[in-house]
């Protein structure tokens, strides 16, 4: 069975940074692309990243651009976003999506993980 | 940057059809994926490549995608339908969501 677990979420004043991992397991991690989505609570979805399945294609939103960094470790099945530069508006729950590529969507997620920028 | 629009809300009664639209420039050359998320839990994909459902997805959901739109369409919606709908599509790098719209069974 697939699973995606987040963690690394929690409370970080604004100018800080924060690193999320996604552990994946039940399916060969090397061979999806990945992505990060984010919501702010009560609002709608935000594609923030994604990596290509060997990581050496990378692209961002504009929102988080020169601010956050997507990775992945195959050998440990774990996706990363580091996040640096955090601020207020950086808060939402954040999700690792598993993409099936060529428009075949997001097929599984995480529970998300939630980021809060706060003095 | 790219723009998907989509209703803030749609009403349906139980047994009828819920139909919810996702506007885009040329949306119909790009593929589109819907997400059903429900309060507290994270989306899942109901439609993927604008009318294919994922395994396990039933059969009362279904996609089209042409022109500058494509919708989704719930036959006989039941009240576990209840949820928040967002498009989904790719463009210039960059996936980009619908601002979802919420489809209440009344």
């Known amino acids: 069975e697939v699973h995606l677990v987040e963690s690394g979420g929690g409370l970080v004043q604004p100018g800080g940074s924060l690193r999320l991992s996604c552990a994946a397991s039940?399916?060969?991690?090397?061979?999806?692309?990945m992505n990060w989505v984010r919501q702010v609570p009560g609002k709608g979805l935000e594609w923030v990243s994604y990596i290509s399945s060997s990581g050496s294609t990378i692209y961002y939103a504009d929102s988080v651009k020169g601010r956050f960094t997507i990775s992945r470790d195959n050998a440990k099945n774990s996706l990363y976003l580091q996040m640096n530069s955090l601020r207020a508006d950086d808060t939402a729950v954040y999700y690792c999506?598993?993409?099936?590529?060529?428009?075949?969507?997001?097929?599984?997620w995480g529970q998300g993980t939630l980021v809060t920028v706060s003095s | 940057s790219y723009e998907l629009t989509q209703p803030p809300s749609v009403s349906v009664s139980p047994g009828q059809t819920a139909s919810t639209t996702c506007s885009g420039d040329k949306l119909g050359d790009k593929y589109a994926c819907w997400y059903q998320q429900k309060p507290g839990q994270s989306p899942v994909l109901v439609i993927y490549q604008d009318s294919k459902r994922p395994s396990g997805i039933p059969e009362r959901f279904s996609g089209s995608n042409s022109g500058n739109t494509a919708t989704l369409t719930i036959s006989g919606t039941q009240a576990m339908d209840e949820a928040d709908y967002y498009c989904?599509?790719?463009?210039?790098?960059?996936?980009?969501f619908g601002t979802g719209t919420k489809v209440t069974v009344l």
């Open positions: 999506a598993r993409d099936q590529g060529n428009g075949g969507g997001f097929d599984y």
């Open positions: 989904q599509a790719w463009d210039s790098s960059a996936y980009v």
């Open positions: 039940g399916f060969t991690f090397t061979n999806y692309e």
